[in-house]
């Protein structure tokens, strides 16, 4: 029986393989490291998900699942924050996308025909960047949130003396 693929393009395949499995991982590290950097943020008693727990993320296969997980905690860690802040911001916020990202993810991955794969590969990918983005505005707001009562405390501290 004649070899299909030689050899040497076998292991440019492999070599290919390896990079993009690298390739996705460090994209995964960055969005965890994104999540979790949000959830510092946070004060402990608003927070759903410890920090730390975003590093399940990177985890292959078990991200499947934690995707959900993220979603609804980081969501009400977030709406737990803008309350208590009084930020007005949407109720449960990044919980749509978060959860759109989290099912086609589990559609991609999940045993389907190549349409439906392939369809939610593509859904996948644009909420994924969507949900990023979420969550990095609402990071950036809490930012901004906590440069201005520093502002308002050294303001504050100037007017007693």
Not at 41 to 54: G, V
Not at 75 to 80: D, E
């Amino acid at each position: 029986m004649p070899d299909v693929i030689s050899p040497e393009l076998l292991a440019e395949f492999q070599k290919l393989a390896i990079i993009f499995l690298l390739f996705v991982l460090a994209i995964w590290i960055l969005f965890a490291n994104t999540i979790k950097n949000t959830l510092k943020l946070i004060s402990k008693e608003n927070q759903a998900i410890l920090p730390n727990q975003a590093w399940f993320l990177v985890v292959p296969f078990f991200n499947i699942y934690w995707n959900f997980e993220v979603a609804r905690r980081l969501s009400y860690s977030l709406n737990n924050e803008f309350f208590d802040r009084k930020i007005p911001v949407e109720e449960n916020p990044s919980m749509s996308a978060g959860m759109t990202y989290a099912w086609s993810f589990l559609v991609y991955n999940f045993p389907f025909p190549v349409f439906w794969k392939m369809l939610g590969m593509i859904v996948s990918f644009v909420y994924f960047i969507t949900y990023w983005f979420k969550i990095n505005q609402y990071r950036n707001l809490l930012l901004a949130h906590n440069k201005w009562r520093e502002s308002q405390q050294n303001n504050q501290a100037n007017n007693e003396d």
